[in-house]
């Protein structure tokens, strides 16, 4: 069987997943999605890595999700917000539908992953424009949360996912 790691990861959390991935499959290289060639042409099953971006996917990796035929594929990725399956879940969805027929998704993993500090910093100046706002106190609380993600349980839970897919 032939398995490629193909990943877009802007903050490094997807990478970290993509790691763990690796790591279960041993001799598969990791390949960042504006590099991919006939390594993923040429695989099985190919596991597709993303950051969360606008409740789905990078354009980069919808582009590269286009261009599959065939395929069997395991979706994984990162969002700043979580700790919500059905959030997860719903990210998934819309990924999915950038997939043509022909393939077939096998199976799929999502956590929560850290922002950029920016983003925080940006929260407050909201916060601090507009006090009455409650909503801003809840992003920066999710905000602090995400700073540990993925932690050593989202690694173990991606693990299990590929072990399941590989055995």
């Not at 040429?42 to 286009?66: M, P, Q, R, Y």
């Not at 929560?112 to 809840?138: C, F, S, W």
């Not at 949360?145 to 590929?162: M, N, W």
Request: some cysteine; overall charge positive.
């Amino acid at each position: 069987m032939n398995y490629a790691v193909v990943t877009s990861s802007r903050t490094g959390n997807t990478k970290q997943l993509a790691n763990v991935i690796q790591e279960v499959l041993r001799e598969t290289n990791m390949i960042d999605v504006r590099e991919e060639g006939k390594e993923v042409q040429n695989a099985d099953i190919l596991f597709v890595g993303f950051w969360t971006d606008k409740g789905t996917c990078s354009e980069e990796v919808k582009k590269l999700l286009h261009t599959l035929e065939g395929k069997k594929i395991f979706l994984f990725g990162t969002a700043g917000f979580g700790q919500s399956q059905t959030y997860f879940a719903q990210i998934i969805e819309r990924v999915k539908k950038e997939i043509p027929q022909s393939n077939q998704v096998i199976g799929s993993y999502m956590c929560q992953g850290k922002m950029p500090i920016t983003v925080r910093e940006r929260y407050i100046k909201l916060q601090k424009e507009d006090p009455t706002n409650k909503q801003y106190e809840k992003l920066i609380q999710n905000f602090d949360t995400a700073l540990s993600h993925p932690d050593q349980q989202d690694l173990e839970g991606i693990r299990k996912k590929v072990l399941e897919i590989v055995k």
